[in-house]
Antibody, heavy 124, light 106 residues
Framework: QVQLVQSGVEVKKPGASVRISCKAS????????VTWVRQAPGQGLEWMGG????????NYAQKIQDRVTLTTDTSTNTAYMELRSLRPDDTAMYYC?????????????????WGKGTTVTVSS | DIQMTQSPSSLSASVGDRVTITCRAD??????LNWYQQKPGKAPNLLIY???SLQSGVPSRFSGTGSGTDFTLTISSLQPEDVATYYC????????FGQGTRLEIK
């Protein structure tokens, strides 16, 4: 079945980096974008950025664009999110999601398959 | 960035009730509006895309309407398993989410 499997819990100190993986299966990885979303404890959803595995094109949220890098490895159908210079307020659940599109007089994008999430805790 | 505002922030309703959640964009987004359901401790789940298209496998009691700046998610007959937080999300430009609406059973 179509699924995204994310890597496990991460505990980091302030100033460190974290790299989360998201392995896709059950569909043609190159044909769909991958979006990353995070959720701080008790808070709402925050879009971080997206990447197209087809051509590597990326876009990032302005708030974190100088600290985040999204990549993909099409040989293993895996997407990666690296966040650098971690701060305590980066503590959150991090989700990857498949970006799908529907055409109806224009393209409509949505996230139809989600990973279970990766908990990242940043604490000294 | 486009700001999305949901109302109410929380609501309590009885099983069988008709429930409506509203989402407003601060500029027109046509129908580039999606709705997600997030149950406690789980990842979000897509309910509606393109403002009104029901995602495959989602019960037909969920429906979405709206265009431009004003959108609604309706649950026609609330079920116990619908307890969750609901988020709207616009895909017209840089993705943004509403702040969420927490739905409880009375």
């Amino acid at each position: 079945q179509v699924q995204l499997v994310q890597s496990g819990v991460e505990v980091k100190k302030p100033g460190a980096s974290v790299r989360i993986s998201c392995k896709a299966s059950g569909y043609n990885f190159i044909s769909y974008g991958v979006t990353w979303v995070r959720q701080a404890p008790g808070q709402g959803l925050e879009w971080m950025g997206g990447i197209s595995p087809y051509n590597g094109n990326t876009n990032y949220a302005q708030k974190i664009q100088d600290r985040v890098t999204l990549t993909t490895d099409t040989s293993t159908n895996t997407a990666y999110m690296e966040l650098r210079s971690l701060r305590p307020d980066d503590t959150a659940m991090y989700y990857c999601a498949r970006r799908n599109s529907a055409y109806d007089n224009g393209y409509y994008n949505y996230m139809d398959v989600w990973g279970k999430g990766t908990t990242v805790t940043v604490s000294s | 960035d486009i700001q999305m505002t949901q109302s109410p922030s929380s609501l309590s309703a009885s099983v069988g009730d008709r429930v409506t959640i509203t989402c407003r964009a601060d500029q027109s987004i046509s129908t580039h509006l999606n709705w997600y359901q997030q149950k406690p401790g789980k990842a979000p789940n897509l309910l509606i895309y393109g403002a009104s298209s029901l995602q495959s496998g989602v019960p037909s009691r969920f429906s979405g309407t709206g265009s431009g700046t004003d959108f609604t998610l309706t649950i026609s007959s609330l079920q116990p398993e619908d307890v969750a937080t609901y988020y709207c999300q616009q895909s017209y430009s840089v993705i943004t989410f509403g702040q969420g609406t927490r739905l409880e059973i009375k």
